[in-house]
């Protein structure tokens, strides 16, 4: 029987928390990340996620149509009069603010940056 002529290195660092306020150093593995404390999920702190409130890209519109109607809206980006058709359904509320043209994100923000740039003048 051979056996083997090298000996496993155990890879050991010296690490840094990634906990954050934690930021004590500790002996452990490479790709360790969190202390003998903060392994435990349960005493992690939880990461908050940034919810952005419904009524920045849409309107309630409360109504009490018993039927799909057709409803004509004014686009509420300052600076864009353009009209537009919503589909208003029974027992529905929030419906887009902006209207075809303005509805992306970039759009909205390209459109702001060219008014501002048409007011300067």
Not at 82 to 100: A, D, G, H, S
Not at 102 to 112: A, C, L, P, S
Request: glycine residues 4%.
């Amino acid at each position: 029987m051979q056996l083997p002529k090298y000996k496993k290195k155990k890879r050991i660092k010296l690490k840094i928390c990634q906990e954050p306020g934690c930021g004590r150093e500790f002996w452990g593995h490479p790709i360790a990340k969190y202390c003998e404390l903060h392994r435990d999920i349960k005493l992690r702190q939880k990461q908050k996620k940034n919810v952005e409130s419904i009524e920045s890209k849409n309107i309630i519109f409360r109504h009490n149509y018993t039927e799909a109607m057709d409803l004509t809206f004014k686009c509420c980006l300052e600076g864009c009069n353009e009209l537009f058709t919503i589909k208003v359904f029974p027992k529905q509320t929030v419906y887009p603010r902006f209207c075809m043209e303005h509805r992306n994100d970039f759009k909205r923000e390209n459109f702001i940056r060219i008014m501002a740039k048409k007011n300067a003048e």
